[in-house]
């Protein structure tokens, strides 16, 4: 009986975890993207906030939906928001008509994966050329904020 308690409380624990991280990732981001909003250095610092909101939120959105994220644009943004509620929902920049996540550019946010695993987040900068990573790509890892990765839909234990 108390295998079960701890188990929940872990549970419970992580998503306070992944909360906390989530907003102070937006927090500081918020703070770090004030300025001229028409200068390439502004963009760009909107685009990290958005990435990095987006894998704090990936966390939350993990551990709620019990799976691993897909690696497929449009389902991402499906698993994505299906189970974050209004306070812990980011106002993703989704394109209208291909209903693909952009960056503030316009060009698509790019999924990276492993094999069947989500791994990373990027945008391929002002130039909208994906240079893999290089020149004035940005790319946000999940690792980088600690947030595991594992086979898309994969349930967890």
């Not at 909003?37 to 704090?56: D, F």
């Not at 069947?116 to 946000?140: H, I, R």
Request: charged share 20%.
């Amino acid at each position: 009986m108390s295998n079960i308690f701890s188990r929940v409380k872990r549970r419970h624990l992580a998503l306070l975890a992944a909360g906390v991280m989530s907003v102070a990732c937006s927090l500081s981001c918020r703070r770090e993207v004030s300025g001229n909003h028409n200068t390439t250095g502004y963009r760009r610092k909107q685009a990290r906030s958005v990435l990095v909101s987006m894998v704090g939120r990936t966390g939350i959105a993990r551990l709620k939906n019990r799976t691993y994220p897909p690696c497929d644009s449009l389902a991402y943004v499906k698993w994505l928001t299906r189970v974050l509620t209004d306070e812990n929902r980011y106002v993703f920049p989704i394109d209208e008509s291909t209903g693909k996540l952009v960056d503030p550019w316009g060009n698509a946010i790019i999924l990276i994966s492993e094999g069947d695993s989500l791994v990373a987040l990027a945008s391929s900068g002002q130039n909208g050329t994906w240079e893999t990573g290089e020149n004035d790509d940005l790319v946000v890892t999940f690792k980088e904020f600690e947030v595991p990765t594992g086979p898309a839909g994969t349930r967890l234990p």
